[in-house]
């Protein structure tokens, strides 16, 4: 069973960068596509970033692009989230998620496309 784990979640000021990771257990991690998402209290849970099997084709939502950035190293079967100018709003429990159904270089941008999550990490953005 692949499972996907979330790290590096925390505290941070607003202004400020973090790097999440998502580990994937067992092997065959280069046949998933990989998404990070986020869902903050009262709100629907929602894409963030997401990157393909090969090439690194790459998906980023209007609220994250041009402060984040998502990458994959499947020899360590890792997929990062940087997020930088990190803000309140960005208050959120992030879930990174793998896609097995999704073709090589193609990006899934809806949750129902992803079929393997993790457990989620907390991001609080406060002064």
Same mark, same amino acid.
């Given at each position: 069973q692949k499972q996907f784990v979330e790290s590096g979640g925390a505290l941070v000021q607003p202004g400020g960068s973090l790097t999440? #990771?998502?580990a994937a257990s067992g092997p065959n991690f280069g046949n998933y596509a990989? @998404?990070?998402?986020?869902?903050?209290? @009262?709100k629907e849970r929602e894409l963030l970033a997401a990157i393909s099997r090969r090439l690194g084709n790459k998906y980023y939502e209007d609220a994250?692009? @041009?402060? #984040? !950035?998502? #990458?994959?190293? =499947? #020899?360590? =079967? !890792?997929?990062?989230l940087q997020l930088n100018n990190l803000k309140p709003e960005d208050t959120a429990v992030y879930y990174c998620a793998g896609a097995s159904r999704a073709y090589s270089i193609y990006v899934p941008i809806s949750s129902d496309e992803f079929d393997v999550w993790g457990q989620g990490t907390q991001v609080t953005v406060s002064s």
């Open positions: 999440l #990771s998502c990989v @998404g990070w998402f986020r869902q903050a209290p @009262g994250v692009k @041009g402060r #984040s !950035t998502i #990458s994959r190293y =499947n #020899s360590n =079967n !890792t997929v990062y």
